[in-house]
């Protein structure tokens, strides 16, 4: 588990240095260009919200950070490491570590194994271990079944887990992602709409549990429509439009700007 | 819903309480019970059950027959029920482990069988990496037309290569060594370290028959029963062994594979290499039970003993018994290898039959009749949610 010590007192917005730099990525699919010449960074500690109009690239830019696609230009690169040419699950093992829009859990597994499919990704133990029972497996399955007890205790859905995760509500999948997620022991974690059909009781829950996280030691990247949720819990925001970013800054310079207003709300033709 | 459905239902649900049952006893009940089955089919062949016994074939070489097959479904369980990969060419691996122990044990070589054997395995093992390594990029149906062309690849080449014996096979494969002094014909005198007498029925009056008593680990032409305790022997060490790798971290990352493959890969699971892992072991179980057959009773293969039909067959016995759980791999294979055994007396039906059972069992269990437990979770809670979907219907319907 990274380091929980880090003091809310320090400034964590500016002095810390980025823990992933995405640099003028471009990526067309055919004719289209989904992502136009976009660079941004997340910092270390920092929650960044990544927000925009639907079919802004939200998603898309997530999917080239991840590994699902790659970048037609431009390059994407993690605690200085470029991830070009990386393979997905490498990708997972440096530190970045994401949960789905459209929830994408291991239907037929219980909660806890879930957890610790994301807990075994920086687990050395292979078929020998596991047919010999080594010491090594005992020790590595119990680490990690008390890493996986520990965060679903942090998520909340400790109760449950050995329930299956189809059984579960939809709101505690999307914990349950969360969960998971965090089990691979990342650095930078992404959450990709986490807030998708909650009611407002559940996303005050939500920010509550990001903040948490973001106290855990977390780097933390957002995607959301929320705007109140995005507003609350994001210490600076980057906006996409069409595939380009449009905006930059902190919640209250991105809520002045009339760009991102303008993207939001339209243009209102008869004021200008 | 006409009677013989719900009746069908009956019997499923009180099997699948009573298996549920089982499963809340504490451990040394369960040990216990577990040891008491296998004695039992330990014992089958000597105890010759009235109906189960097949009267116009030896009982003894059914078994074995019905073992090895077991055993090719304990394989082909990790890769289609673990892993979630069809593979229709299967029988491919099974010939391949056949014809390595029949070539190094007579007809190229004249090595020992229990030296071949593990040579039968890893060289099966090899064949599944390198068809796994350039197919399991593909996904689902490619994969399983891929697999159906490897399986009658391995066929086509057995008939035209010379030096595998062509068209006409291998003949006079050796046995497994015995143990204790070889007998000098069936059933002459008291041979082998001890003689256990099988069992005759006269009616339901069941006598001991000492004419045709078996030479304990007297691996012979004449009696098959030694075969089967030996192959029993080694289903029971895959079983536990499987039983270790699936509850582990393999068996999480087959399972989270075979669920959602992105959603697995993007969790640090390295799918390809476990993929390929599952398919390299399921060929290495399927090879050591062609390397068993080879070496059976007959000790005769020929391109023949491989068919394509017992491809379909191994993904039957699979789908049968409840793909993804051990045990019901193992019953599915032997249900469908003893069932056209046991029939042989109907000869010109025994296959429509045969096919009839088997329809049967896909319409009344789609999931097998040994499904995993946590299928049957699946199951149940489904039903519950469209049982609570057609009560707010309905409801709606009254309003």
Same mark, same amino acid.
């Given at each position: 588990?990274?380091? &929980?010590?880090?003091d809310? &007192? ?12 995405v ?22 500690g ?6 925009g109009?639907?079919?802004?690239g *939200? ?9 699902v696609?790659r ?18 699950? *490498? ?7 994401r ?9 037929s ?10 807990a075994d990704?920086?687990s ?7 047919l010999?029972?080594t ?11 008390a890493?996986a ?7 909340g859905?400790?109760a449950?887990?050995?329930e299956l995760?189809?059984?579960l ?6 914990r349950?992602e ?11 974690l ?13 996303k ?7 903040? *948490? ?29 069409f595939?380009q ?9 991105i809520?002045?700007?009339p760009?991102?207003i303008?993207?939001?709300l339209g ?6 | ?5 719900t ?5 499923? %649900? ?10 809340r006893k504490?451990l040394?009940?369960?040990i216990?019970?577990?040891?008491? +089955? ?5 014992a089958?062949?000597?105890l010759?059950?009235p ?5 116009s ?7 074995f ?7 090719? %479904?304990?394989? /082909?369980?990790?890769v289609i029920?673990?892993a979630? /990969?069809?593979?229709?060419?299967y029988?491919?691996f ?5 014809y390595?122990t ?15 054997l593990?040579i ?8 599944? !990496?390198v068809?796994?390594?350039?197919t ?9 037309i891929?697999t159906?062309?490897?399986?009658e ?5 057995l ?13 006079? +494969?050796?046995?497994p060594?015995?143990i204790?002094?070889?007998?000098e014909g069936p059933?002459?005198?008291k ?7 099988? !069992?005759?029925?006269?009616g339901i ?9 078996t030479h304990? /680990? ?6 098959a029963i ?11 060490l ?23 493959e992105?959603a697995a890969?993007?969790?640090?699971v390295?799918?390809?290499? $476990? ?5 390299a ?12 057959k080879?070496s059976g ?12 039909? /017992? ?6 016995a699979?789908? !049968?018994?409840?793909a ?10 032997a249900?469908?290898? $003893?069932l056209?055994?046991r ?11 045969f096919?009839?059972?088997?329809t049967?069992?896909? +319409?009344?269990?789609?999931?097998g009749?040994l ?7 699946v199951?149940?809670a489904?039903?519950? +949610?469209e049982?609570i ?8 319907a009254?309003?």
């Open positions: 588990m990274p380091d &929980t010590t880090t809310a &007192t320090a400034d964590t917005v500016t002095a810390t240095k980025a823990l992933l730099e640099d003028h990525v471009t990526l067309k699919f055919g004719g289209l260009t989904a992502l136009d010449d976009v660079s941004f960074e997340i910092r270390e920092e929650i960044l919200g990544l927000i109009p639907n079919g802004a *939200k998603t898309t830019c997530f999917n080239v950070m991840t590994g696609y970048p037609t230009s431009g390059q994407v690169r993690f605690d200085g490491t470029p991830l070009t040419k990386m393979k997905r699950y *490498k990708i997972t093992k440096l530190g970045i570590a949960t789905f829009q459209n929830i994408r859990l291991f239907k597994m219980t909660v806890i194994e879930n957890v610790l499919v994301g990704a920086h050395k133990v292979g078929f020998w271990d596991a010999l029972r010491p090594r497996y005992r020790r590595t399955e119990g680490e990690a079944r890493r007890a520990e965060l679903l205790e942090l998520v859905i400790k449950r887990h050995d995760a189809s059984n509500s939809y709101g505690d999948q999307r349950l969360i969960a998971r997620a965090m089990a691979t022991g990342p650095k930078l992404c959450l990709d709409e986490p807030a998708a059909g909650f009611n407002p009781a559940e005050v829950k939500l920010m509550e549990l990001i903040r *948490k996280v973001r106290d855990a030691g977390y780097t933390v990247l957002l995607i959301e429509h929320d705007m109140r949720l995005v507003m609350g819990v994001t210490d600076r925001i980057v906006v996409l439009e595939g970013k449009i905006a930059e800054g902190t919640p209250a310079e809520r002045d700007n760009a991102v303008a993207a939001y243009v209102d033709e008869d004021a200008s | 819903m006409n009677p013989v459905s009746a069908l239902r009956a019997v499923a %649900a009180n099997w699948d309480r009573m298996i549920d049952g089982f499963h504490p040394p009940v369960r216990a019970v577990m040891v008491v +089955i296998a004695l039992f089919f330990y089958l062949p000597l010759r059950p109906i189960i016994t097949t009267n074939i030896d009982f003894g070489g059914v078994m027959g019905v073992v090895a097959f077991a055993l090719v %479904a304990l394989g /082909l369980n990790i029920g673990y979630g /990969l069809l593979d229709l060419g029988v491919g099974y010939a391949v482990g056949a390595t029949g070539v190094l044990t007579a007809y190229h070589g004249a090595w020992p069988f229990f030296l071949v593990p039968s395995i890893a060289v099966t093992m090899v064949f599944g !990496v068809l796994g390594a350039p399991l990029r593909v996904r689902g149906d490619y994969l399983a891929v159906l062309g490897f399986g690849i391995i066929r086509i080449c008939v035209n290569v010379e030096w595998l014996g062509a068209a006409a096979g291998i003949k006079d +494969i050796p046995h060594p015995s204790g002094p070889n007998p059933f002459a005198g041979k082998g370290l001890f003689d256990i007498p099988r !069992v005759q029925w006269d009056v069941p006598s001991l028959d000492w004419d045709h008593a304990f /680990l007297t691996f012979g032409a004449g009696d030694p075969y089967y305790w030996l192959l029993l022997s080694v289903v029971l895959v079983i536990a062994a499987d039983r270790l790798v699936k509850a582990s971290r393999v068996g999480r990352a087959w399972e989270a594979t075979r669920e959602d992105d890969e993007l969790m640090g390295p799918t390809f290499q $476990y993929k390929l892992m599952a398919f072991l399921g060929a290495a179980i399927g090879g050591m039970s062609g390397a068993f080879a009773q007959g000790g005769y293969i020929n391109p023949q003993t491989f068919p394509l039909l /017992l491809s379909m067959l191994f993904v039957a699979v789908i !049968v018994g409840g993804g759980n051990r045990w019901g791999a193992v019953a599915g294979g249900l469908v290898a $003893y056209p055994e029939f042989r007396d109907i000869n010109d039906y025994r296959l429509l039959l096919g009839l059972a088997l049967v069992l896909a +319409i009344w269990r789609p999931e009749l499904p995993p437990r946590r299928t049957r979770r199951k149940a489904e039903a519950e +949610i049982a979907e057609e009560g707010e219907l309905e409801e709606g009254h309003a």
